[in-house]
């Protein structure tokens, strides 16, 4: 069954499970790490101690968007350089098309 399935459709579906998988880890992570480290909730109280900067932003900031936002950089420059497969897609009909639609188009 996998011997009939195109291999530019297998290599796509791998790449946009992988890349669907770390969308959500990384979505999840910082929404979930910025509710827990940076909202003011019942039983949690912030105060102006809770801010600790880094680099002149809140912490959770820091390791809610920034950090995981250079983690999904570095992940994107690697999977697209390195992972990422380059099919043949046959052979390019670009001239042909073209000359068809010129011809219907003087019809």
Do not use: N
């Amino acid at each position: 069954m996998s011997g009939d399935i195109d291999p530019v459709l297998k290599h796509s579906r791998r790449e946009a499970i992988i890349i669907g998988v770390a969308w959500l880890i990384s979505t999840t992570y910082c929404c979930a790490y910025c509710y827990w480290a940076g909202y003011i909730r019942e039983g949690r109280p912030l105060g102006v101690q809770d801010v600790k900067p880094i680099w002149g932003m809140p912490s959770w900031v820091f390791w809610g968007i920034m950090v995981p936002w250079l983690l999904c950089s570095l992940f994107t420059f690697w999977f697209a350089g390195f992972y990422m497969v380059d099919d043949d897609l046959g052979t390019d009909h670009t001239g042909e098309l073209e000359s068809d639609i010129r011809e219907g188009g003087l019809h």
